[in-house]
């Protein structure tokens, strides 16, 4: 096909968790179209945004989505996009759109598709607040689309903050079904297993330590058939 029409985008498949995702690297306006054509292709019923389209006076991705029941974002491939509605709190944004195929002779096809916008979370950075993230991975996690195994997941490069997101969703769930706490060496492995998929998953040792700490303060709130060592918080501030 055309040399263009490519999305650097992979499979990312944690098996412990029942989990599979798709990474990608935030939509450029030269990719914006093959990202929606993948949308539609995959059936993908949400899509997690963990970036700002512009951080620090950076590109990090074009504004792919309309914000405002004003605006329509048409692509190359007959896919039009649409605003259906938002609701917001001082961490991120919900948007439900919706994605029409004209397939031709005046017919089309149309999905609803839920796009979750995390935006307080710096470029190789942390978010500032475990609470915050959790809920923010709750509403994703609660609205069922991660069940589906073809949510899209992305920041700019799709692995830094997309790989700590992952990381953390695979970990609960591996938790919720088994009922039993994981380690701090578990995480790793889980990790590791899921490099596999992404090089470069999670990019800094700090990414790393708010993914165990954020996965600590989840497990504090599960309950567990043995008991689950109350480690000191001291280890978890992060920076």
């Known amino acids: 096909g055309d040399a263009n029409n490519y999305i650097n985008a992979s499979w990312v498949e944690v098996p412990k968790a029942e989990r599979k995702y798709i990474l990608t690297q935030g939509p450029l306006e030269s990719t914006m179209s093959d990202f929606w054509l993948m949308i ?71 999905r609803i598709v839920t796009h979750f916008h995390y935006i307080t979370w710096p470029d190789f950075g942390v978010p500032d607040d475990h609470e915050a993230f959790l809920k923010f991975l709750n509403t994703v996690r609660s609205s069922g689309c991660l069940d589906a195994d073809n949510s899209v997941i992305h920041c700019s490069a799709g692995i830094g903050r997309s790989g700590t997101f992952c990381l953390v969703d695979s970990c609960l769930r591996y938790m919720e079904s088994t009922e039993t706490p994981v380690t701090f060496h578990q995480v790793q492995e889980m990790l590791k297993e899921m490099r596999r998929y992404r090089m470069g998953l999670v990019q800094t040792p700090d990414q790393l330590k708010f993914c165990f700490c954020a996965i600590n303060h989840a497990m504090k709130k599960l309950t567990f058939n043995g008991d689950v060592d109350d480690d000191d918080d001291e280890d978890c501030e992060v920076e």
């Open 40 to 110: 539609w292709q995959q059936r993908s019923e949400g899509i997690v945004m963990l970036c700002k389209c512009v951080e620090k006076g950076v590109d990090k991705c074009c504004k792919y989505y309309p914000a405002s029941a004003d605006e329509v974002i048409r692509t190359d491939h007959d896919l039009q996009v649409s605003f259906v509605g938002a609701s917001m709190t001082k961490d991120y944004v919900v948007r439900k759109l919706r994605l029409t195929n004209r397939i031709g002779c005046g017919d089309s096809e149309e």
